[in-house]
């Protein structure tokens, strides 16, 4: 079964004439990319080799147009565009068998709603990512307490998300990067966190590996200056948002939940198979709200494939 949906996919590349250069499939040829694709194809190869190409980073340079297919000739019978799209659904049709990571990260804690999230997840036995801001843990002893149980519990783990929050005014944060990395650092000590992630507070900004992508220019230069610092930057696929005045959370769990399996489906998260759900622990303050977190992580968990990881694990690659 699996190898022969591949067949008309390999005979595809066989006939690739141009691999352009990529950061992944430098210096490939035709042949060598083949041999990359069976083996990430191959089952139980996805613990295999360091340097195996993996599915995703095939399935990336095609996006980008790194992949070329040649003309429609009488040579080549196959449309360069129908060739484009069997292979992208044949990478699809791998992807959908493998399991699914999802990350829900919670922001702005330690907050009221912090020690509610820390029961029902670990409850579920599921992990949790969150986003700390430095003086929320100094602001009360309950809300000291509440960050200690975020810290010892190996269900959580606990990331930078600056230690004043910007006050909320962002742009004016941002305007100085040097104070703003030093706001950072100052959470990072301040909570002993482990971890050189953030999340920059009004920002959807990611910043690892090869990746930088940036919603407002002006978090571009903080951005950068603490990757030149050695912190990784997270942003989010799906953001559970938050009524500013009432505190409760906006969409439904049907929505979220609907959201995350769509987006899933049809991989429009920033890396394919992963997706990263932005919450904000005041959202969790009252029972209804918890109750309706709990609602989310039960339908999540009904899928066998879904697992729940650590941004620190961020992304999981095929
Ligand atoms: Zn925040």
Redesign the pocket.
Known sequence: MLKKSFVAVLAVISALTTVLSCNSIVGSTTSNLTDSLENSLTEGNTKGKQDTVKLMDILDSLNRGKIVFPALDSINKIDPKVAKRQFRDSIYRELNKKDKHIYLTF??GPLIGSSAIDSIITSKDIKIST?L?GKHAGMSKRLKRDFDRYMNNPLVECYN??FT?AANKFHAFYSNPEIAVSDFEKCETSLGLKHKIV?M??RNIWLFDDVRRVDLTSGAQTADLLGVNGYKIYGWDVEWKINGLSGKPVQSVEEVYRRINNMLGNKSTLKPNNIVLLM?DDMFQNKKGQQLLSNLIDSLKQHKDYKFDFIANYPIKY
């Open positions: 922001d702005d986003f801001v998300h600056s929050h999340r507070p009004g904000h």
